[in-house]
């Protein structure tokens, strides 16, 4: 049953970056996360070319997503407990190393188990910009109604970042050199990463909470124990399935075609899709339940990413790519918007970094499995990946849904915090 009560004035975009404080993590975070979704794409197009096969370049991609994946909720964990700062330096340090290795054994030659090493500590250490900057928005805006306007407002800078990094990693190794894409992005992780670091004044103050063992009155526990995260892991699997197939099958597909360059402006213009919904979704005053807009918004990307497939027009494959864009955006926010009034705030961090870390686990069982059909059949059925992971999402989506119900602490916060604000529980 929905419980709503009417706001008169709707929170915009304007009024979320008037929130003091917020611009002095907002831009060191862009730049922090901007080579996030550049390791991926800069590792496949490395790899791919010291060994010619894109199953090799994949199975690399995958294991530094399925590290990413097992480590970053730990790092979620040990930011929500001694700070984002104790985390983020010592991870940059180890980040830019460890892609620093990778690149000179795959230029070397060094077989492939020792990339596979080497992948393993770069995964592991990818620092979690993107949840941390969502852990200071929640600690600054718990209980207002400009929090979905939050996750809107990640959602399309996460996307944006989506836009730039891999055009700008495809352009370098592609231009450049094939190594220059991992170069820029280690370069970046160290310099964005430390200067995020220091903008240590924003950061949620858990640490001094965490040696009481609560905050604000509600007991430490995992994030993982709530029910509704782990369907959310699950959806958020899918997703990057959607995003690991679509990367390596783009790139095989422009290889096919003969114009590897065109595999950046197709993967630009599927970003460009997600970025564009995650604007609109940020300003739209939403009079459904977020259940239910996750799952209408699942069941469109379900639909547009089992078309990909049978598309073999390089403008089909742009159109199609930037409908599965627009289909993204709902999803993420939605689910971003759910996850946080399923928690306690003494799990936030790590809430997020389950997240971010099935998004990349998602990816990179994408990336391996995709670029084996591809490397075996040809780039069209790689998109199958997508569709697979995107209808075992829906349908876990539409048995557990129960799940995603707002624990009472929420719902009383929310009607609670002197805003006229809708409050949707369905």
Same mark, same amino acid.
Request: hydrophobic share 55%; proline share 6%.
């Given at each position: 049953?929905?419980?709503?009560?009417?706001?008169?004035?709707?929170?915009?975009?304007?009024?979320?970056?008037?929130?003091?404080?917020?611009?002095?993590?907002?831009?060191?975070?862009?730049?922090?996360?901007?080579?996030?979704?550049?390791?991926?794409?800069?590792?496949?197009?490395?790899?791919?070319?010291?060994?010619?096969?894109?199953?090799?370049?994949?199975?690399?991609?995958?294991?530094?997503?399925?590290?990413?994946?097992?480590?970053?909720?730990?790092?979620?964990?040990?930011?929500?407990?001694?700070?984002?700062?104790?985390?983020?330096?010592?991870?940059?340090?180890?980040?830019?190393?460890?892609?620093?290795?990778?690149?000179?054994?795959?230029?070397?030659?060094?077989?492939?188990?020792?990339?596979?090493?080497?992948?393993?500590?770069?995964?592991?250490?990818?620092?979690?910009?993107?949840?941390?900057?969502?852990?200071?928005?929640?600690?600054?805006?718990?209980?207002?109604?400009?929090?979905?306007?939050?996750?809107?407002?990640?959602?399309?800078?996460?996307?944006?970042?989506?836009?730039?990094?891999?055009?700008?990693?495809?352009?370098?190794?592609?231009?450049?050199?094939?190594?220059?894409?991992?170069?820029?992005?280690?370069?970046?992780?160290?310099?964005?990463?430390?200067?995020?670091?220091?903008?240590?004044?924003?950061?949620?103050?858990?640490?001094?909470?965490?040696?009481?063992?609560?905050?604000?009155?509600?007991?430490?526990?995992?994030?993982?124990?709530?029910?509704?995260?782990?369907?959310?892991?699950?959806?958020?699997?899918?997703?990057?399935?959607?995003?690991?197939?679509?990367?390596?099958?783009?790139?095989?597909?422009?290889?096919?075609?003969?114009?590897?360059?065109?595999?950046?402006?197709?993967?630009?213009?599927?970003?460009?899709?997600?970025?564009?919904?995650?604007?609109?979704?940020?300003?739209?005053?939403?009079?459904?339940?977020?259940?239910? !807009?996750?799952?209408?918004?699942?069941?469109?990307?379900?639909?547009?990413?089992?078309?990909?497939?049978?598309?073999?027009?390089?403008?089909?494959?742009?159109?199609?790519?930037?409908?599965?864009?627009?289909?993204?955006?709902?999803?993420?926010?939605?689910?971003?918007?759910?996850?946080?009034?399923?928690?306690?705030?003494?799990? !936030?961090?790590?809430?997020?970094?389950?997240?971010?870390?099935?998004?990349?686990?998602?990816?990179?069982?994408?990336?391996?499995?995709?670029?084996?059909?591809?490397?075996?059949?040809?780039?069209?059925?790689?998109?199958?990946?997508?569709?697979?992971?995107?209808?075992?999402?829906?349908?876990?989506?539409?048995?557990?849904?129960? !799940?995603?119900?707002?624990?009472?602490?929420?719902?009383?916060?929310?009607?609670?915090?002197?805003?006229?604000?809708?409050?949707?529980?369905?």
């Amino acid at each position: 049953m929905a419980s709503t009560v009417i706001t008169d004035k709707r929170p915009g975009y304007g009024q979320l970056l008037r929130t003091p404080g917020a611009l002095s993590f907002l831009l060191p975070g862009f730049a922090a996360r901007q080579p996030f979704a550049m390791l991926t794409i800069g590792i496949v197009l490395l790899v791919q070319h010291t060994t010619g096969s894109f199953g090799s370049a994949g199975a690399v991609a995958a294991v530094t997503g399925v590290s990413m994946a097992l480590f970053a909720p730990q790092s979620g964990k040990l930011a929500d407990r001694f700070g984002q700062r104790a985390v983020l330096i010592p991870g940059v340090l180890v980040h830019t190393a460890a892609v620093s290795l990778l690149v000179v054994l795959a230029l070397s030659g060094a077989p492939l188990w020792a990339l596979f090493l080497a992948a393993v500590p770069a995964g592991a250490s990818v620092p979690q910009v993107g949840p941390m900057v969502r852990a200071r928005w929640a600690a600054k805006l718990d209980g207002t109604p400009l929090m979905p306007t939050a996750a809107a407002f990640e959602s399309v800078t996460d996307e944006f970042t989506f836009v730039v990094g891999p055009v700008l990693a495809t352009a370098l190794c592609t231009g450049v050199h094939p190594a220059a894409g991992l170069i820029a992005e280690a370069a970046l992780t160290l310099v964005g990463g430390l200067f995020f670091a220091a903008r240590s004044a924003t950061q949620p103050a858990y640490g001094i909470a965490a040696a009481a063992g609560h905050l604000g009155g509600e007991p430490r526990r995992s994030a993982l124990s709530v029910p509704g995260v782990r369907v959310l892991i699950v959806a958020f699997l899918g997703i990057g399935s959607v995003f690991g197939g679509m990367q390596v099958s783009l790139t095989a597909f422009s290889e096919e075609i003969g114009n590897p360059g065109a595999n950046g402006l197709l993967y630009g213009i599927f970003a460009a899709g997600n970025m564009l919904a995650g604007i609109a979704m940020g300003a739209v005053a939403w009079k459904t339940g977020p259940r239910r !807009r996750l799952i209408m918004g699942y069941a469109g990307l379900t639909v547009a990413a089992s078309l990909l497939w049978t598309t073999h027009s390089v403008l089909l494959l742009a159109a199609l790519g930037l409908v599965v864009g627009l289909c993204i955006a709902p999803a993420l926010i939605t689910g971003y918007t759910i996850v946080e009034t399923l928690i306690p705030a003494t799990a !936030r961090t790590e809430a997020f970094t389950w997240l971010t870390g099935a998004v990349a686990l998602g990816q990179a069982a994408a990336v391996t499995v995709a670029g084996r059909l591809a490397d075996a059949h040809g780039a069209s059925t790689g998109f199958l990946v997508p569709m697979a992971g995107t209808a075992l999402a829906l349908a876990t989506l539409l048995a557990l849904r129960s !799940r995603l119900r707002p624990r009472e602490a929420s719902r009383v916060a929310a009607r609670g915090i002197g805003h006229r604000v809708p409050v949707t529980v369905d």
